[in-house]
């Protein structure tokens, strides 16, 4: 009886080994690290090292297409001149400066790394719905600072080199530069994803207020997430007394109003 009841406990350690083994680690699964498609980007828009851009164009399809057509509108990847297009565009001095510094500022990413992870982990649990995102990162020649398409976010670096970058004021103003640091690209990827996933619906027909109101929702849930009020206007305001006076209503709610 003895030896039974020892065989079956060792069967017993065995599995629970294999469980512990086999069990999805949340934490794993939910981590986000960025792809570093800008270091990529940054090896052939500098060197014209074509290595680069054959991993760009099979490795990132979707992100090489998405930059070329819908950032830079340089024409269609299919086109036999795309690519040296491409490379040229890149090639005037400011830009140059910019890959330079982008590669200066971001050669370390692991505090953005984490703080995505805590703050979409969080939206993860606050929402049953959502999926946390691929994100990577490029350089957008100061066009968009977000990208967001179907379970994936680009982010332009070239946008977040900190309100006191000296090429930026010549091309924004002072209230936008306060914006364009490091310490927004996690809100500013969470605002973005958010307003993806919850849409205003019928927006054309929908009032300016309506319309302020929507984003000002979409803003308190990103400040939920990430920590701290990233995002303050009077709007954003108006939620935080709403949400304050109806603590049943839960943010999941709030965005499907």
Do not use: W
């Not at 340089?74 to 491409?86: C, H, M, Q, R, T």
């Not at 490379?87 to 500022?105: K, P």
């Amino acid at each position: 009886m003895k030896k039974i009841y020892y065989i079956f406990l060792a069967v017993m350690v065995l599995c629970v080994a294999c469980e512990i083994k086999l069990r999805p680690n949340d934490e794993t699964q939910n981590k986000i690290e960025v792809l570093r498609y800008d270091r990529l980007e940054s090896r052939y828009l500098t060197t014209g090292d074509f290595s680069a851009l054959q991993e760009m164009n099979t490795e990132y399809a979707i992100e090489t297409r998405t930059l070329i057509e819908n950032v830079l509108k340089l024409g269609a990847v299919y086109e036999p001149d795309i690519n040296s297009k491409f490379l040229n565009f890149y090639q005037d001095t400011v830009l140059q400066t910019i890959i330079a510094d982008v590669e200066t500022q971001y050669a370390d990413m692991d505090d953005v790394n984490k703080a995505l992870t805590q703050a979409f982990g969080k939206a993860k649990e606050a929402l049953p719905e959502f999926v946390i995102p691929k994100v990577y990162t490029q350089i957008g020649a100061l066009d968009q600072s977000i990208i967001v398409g179907e379970n994936i976010i680009g982010v332009s670096l070239d946008k977040y080199l900190g309100e006191d970058y000296p090429l930026y004021a010549k091309y924004y103003a002072k209230d936008q530069r306060a914006t364009m640091m490091r310490a927004y690209i996690v809100p500013d990827c969470l605002n973005f994803y958010l307003l993806s996933l919850y849409p205003l619906h019928d927006a054309d027909q929908r009032s300016q207020q309506e319309k302020d109101m929507h984003m000002a929702r979409i803003m308190y849930a990103a400040n939920t997430f990430v920590g701290y009020k990233a995002f303050s206007t009077p709007y954003v305001a108006q939620v935080e007394q709403y949400m304050k006076a109806h603590k049943d209503l839960s943010l999941a709610d709030l965005l499907k109003q």
